[in-house]
């Protein structure tokens, strides 16, 4: 495999980064990228500002060697900073300590810096050439630049990280079906500014902190910039009654409406008026495929594989995990592209899967729950457990956000742990009333000791808790470790 050309479409996050790993394992990669180059440009206009990185996707960066300079560029989010209608703020910490925190980042300030490194490492990019046709057959794909000028190029090896839209899963699946199934989320979101204070990098609000604005069917967040500004995004229904962006079609309509029901967030955005009017609304869809390859032609990996919603933050966070993974089975093995890939595909997909559920479930959290007093129950008894039994008890954002356990490891633990939750309140419904001995008594008699953090191998995580493993209910996610130990899949 070594030595070998790889094409990829799309120099994003994911694409860039992929490129940058694939070359330093010996790989020869040429990149296509339908924009402009992004250190020429800056910010595209209708793309996220920043993003919040997580550990698995520092992770990522400390293979690619990226990681310090990652955070040279980050803000530091401690938690979250709840904005209830009518009550002062609260934060929410993420996790016990500064250890246990999420950044803040600037998607083309990143997206500059895997170029830089990839370039570096010796990739080529041909920015401006966009993919407009793949025939899978001749291995040769056809692209255009923004004046529709075509060219050709031979693609034997063809990797796909051109994000939600992916002309290459559209040509692939025109080849051989990929079952694609495309499920819209029925919200939408715009995008707004809080400017940094007048004359400085000073900051209007907390900077350490992802602010929450939470009003049950919809919300506002704002993250910060290094610059000093803030990210806000308004999420809202796309269509239907009262509220959505059809009832706020413009500034006009929305003002009133911020003023209401964002009272402390509408001062802050002086600016409002001519964000609202001139940003788009984006979509929101969340994206299956039964296979993500065709044969060992090509692969597809990040959003092209996997679109989910924004509100976990961890989109780009499981593309980073997606393209370690798919180096390494390239790299490592002297099997062709085909076993590589569809091993990718039996690792990734059962995780990818299980990161768009526990999505769909942390929207309704963020705009709902952490206003709700059983949520704040669970959470207060939560942390008490994971006080009192780090070993046996951490909350599922924890898992998801500051381990390097699999994703499906992940949700099936949260729901194990959940029901626990619910079992203990169910009697005592204020968690200072819980007896916290017996509480620990009963989690450690009904789930076995978390597996070491940084487990990255399904296997591995499996394979730790032998017998007592059978006591974690297993739901519809495949969840390969398991499987290949022969262990109990419960209700599957
Ligand atoms: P993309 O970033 O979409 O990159 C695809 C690239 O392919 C682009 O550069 C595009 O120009 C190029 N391309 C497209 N078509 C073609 C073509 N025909 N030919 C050539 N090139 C092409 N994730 C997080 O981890 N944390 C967050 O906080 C977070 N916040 C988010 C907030 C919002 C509002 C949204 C919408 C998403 C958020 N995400 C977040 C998800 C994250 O943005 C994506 O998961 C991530 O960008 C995926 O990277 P990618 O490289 O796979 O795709």
Redesign the pocket.
């Known amino acids: 495999m070594t030595r070998q050309a790889i094409t990829l479409?799309?120099?994003?996050?994911?694409?860039a980064l992929v490129a940058q790993l694939l070359a330093k394992r010996g790989f020869s990669v040429e990149v296509?990228?339908?924009?402009p180059d992004p250190r020429r440009i800056g910010h595209i206009r209708g793309r996220?500002i920043?993003?919040?990185?997580?550990e698995r996707?520092l992770q990522a960066l400390r293979t690619a060697g990226l990681a310090e300079r990652a955070l040279q560029k980050s803000v530091m989010m401690r938690g979250r900073m709840v904005h209830p209608l009518d009550a002062d703020p609260g934060l929410q910490r993420y996790g016990v300590d500064d250890n246990e925190v999420i950044w803040s980042i600037s998607?083309s300030g990143l997206?500059s810096l895997l170029i830089d490194a990839a370039e570096a490492a010796g990739v080529t990019f041909h920015f401006g050439?966009?993919?407009?046709a793949a025939d899978l057959d001749s291995q040769r794909i056809a692209?255009t630049d923004e004046h529709g000028v075509r060219r050709e190029h031979n693609a034997s090896l063809l990797i796909g990280?051109?994000?939600?839209?992916?002309?290459?899963r559209a040509a692939m699946n025109a080849y051989q079906p990929l079952g694609i199934c495309v499920e819209p989320l029925g919200h939408g979101?715009k995008?707004l500014e809080i400017p940094a204070m007048a004359g400085s990098e000073r900051f209007a609000i907390e900077p350490h902190a992802l602010h929450i604005w939470p009003r049950a069917s919809y919300m506002s967040i704002a993250?910060p910039n290094i610059s000093g500004s803030f990210n806000v995004?308004l999420f809202l229904p796309l269509h239907g009654p009262h509220p959505s962006f059809d009832t706020l079609p413009d500034a006009a309509a929305a003002s009133a409406f911020f003023r209401q029901e964002f009272p402390d967030l509408y001062p802050q955005m002086p600016r409002f008026a001519e964000d609202y009017d001139s940003h788009p609304v984006?979509t929101?869809a969340t994206l299956y495929l039964d296979s993500w390859h065709i044969d060992g032609r090509a692969v597809l990996?990040?959003?092209?594989a996997h679109?989910?919603g924004?509100f976990h933050?961890?989109?780009?966070?499981?593309?980073f995990e997606d393209a370690v993974v798919l180096t390494d089975l390239l790299a490592a093995s002297k099997r062709d592209a085909a076993d590589a890939f569809e091993e990718f595909q039996r690792i990734r997909k059962p995780n990818s899967d299980a990161i768009a559920a526990m999505t769909q479930e942390n929207y309704i959290e963020m705009r709902d729950s952490v206003a709700d007093p059983h949520y704040l129950a669970k959470l207060e008894l939560g942390k008490q457990l994971a006080r009192l039994a780090p070993r046996y008890f951490m909350p599922r954002y924890r898992l998801v956000t500051f381990t390097l356990l699999p994703y499906a490891y992940a949700y099936e633990r949260g729901r194990a742990q959940d029901q626990l939750l619910e079992q203990l309140l169910r009697d005592a419904p204020n968690p200072h009333d819980v007896s916290l001995d017996a509480a620990v008594a009963t989690l450690k008699a009904t789930l076995p000791r978390l597996p070491p953090l940084r487990s990255v191998d399904a296997a591995e995580v499996a394979l730790r808790p032998t017998t007592q493993e059978q006591k974690l209910p297993m739901s519809r996610f495949a969840y390969p470790g398991l499987a290949s130990a022969g262990q109990a899949r419960g209700n599957q």
């Not at 479409?9 to 694409?15: F, H, S």
């Not at 050439?129 to 407009?132: D, T």
């Not at 990280?161 to 290459?168: P, V």
């Open positions: 479409i799309g120099g994003g996050l994911v694409g296509f990228e339908k924009r996220t920043n993003l919040a990185l997580a996707g998607r997206n050439q966009s993919l407009a692209l990280a051109d994000g939600a839209g992916s002309a290459l979101y995008e993250t995004t984006g929101i990996l990040g959003d092209a679109a989910i924004p933050g961890q989109g780009m966070n499981c593309g």
